[in-house]
Nanobody, 126 residues
Framework: QVQLVESGGGSVQAGDSLRLSCEDS????????MAWFRQAPGKEREFVAA????????SYADSVKGRFTMSRDNAKNLVYLQMNTLTPEDTAIYLC???????????????????WGQGTQVTVSS
């Protein structure tokens, strides 16, 4: 079983930074794609970033490119999302997701991720 738990959310001012973390307390050694999505009230779940677990290579949504950085700590089974220059448009619940496929997909489709954390709230005020 895969267990994902996000943390690090909070309420900040525009221009501030936050670092989210996602801990895998299960067994994910065979998972090659981890991702962050976000979901605001009344909106579809939106892709934010994905990482190739083995190589560390990342991809980002255009809306966060240059501001957000995804990384991982292999030894601790953690993935991070460093969020800089936050804006009110970044306000959402941020969710960590794992792709069960044994190859890197980098998928931006939430339907292709089988494992999800509970989410952590990020609120950015102007």
């Amino acid at each position: 079983q895969v267990q994902l738990v996000e943390s690090g959310g909070g309420s900040v001012q525009a221009g501030d930074s936050l670092r989210l973390s996602c801990e895998d307390s299960g067994r994910t050694f065979w998972i090659n794609t981890m991702a962050w999505f976000r979901q605001a009230p009344g909106k579809e779940r939106e892709f934010v970033a994905a990482i190739n677990w083995k190589s560390g290579l990342t991809s980002y949504a255009d809306s966060v490119k240059g501001r957000f950085t995804m990384s991982r700590d292999n030894a601790k089974n953690l993935v991070y999302l460093q969020m800089n220059t936050l804006t009110p448009e970044d306000t959402a619940i941020y969710l960590c997701a794992a792709d069960p496929r044994s190859y890197y997909s980098g998928s931006r489709n939430p339907s292709e991720y089988d494992y999800w954390g509970q989410g952590t709230q990020v609120t950015v005020s102007s």
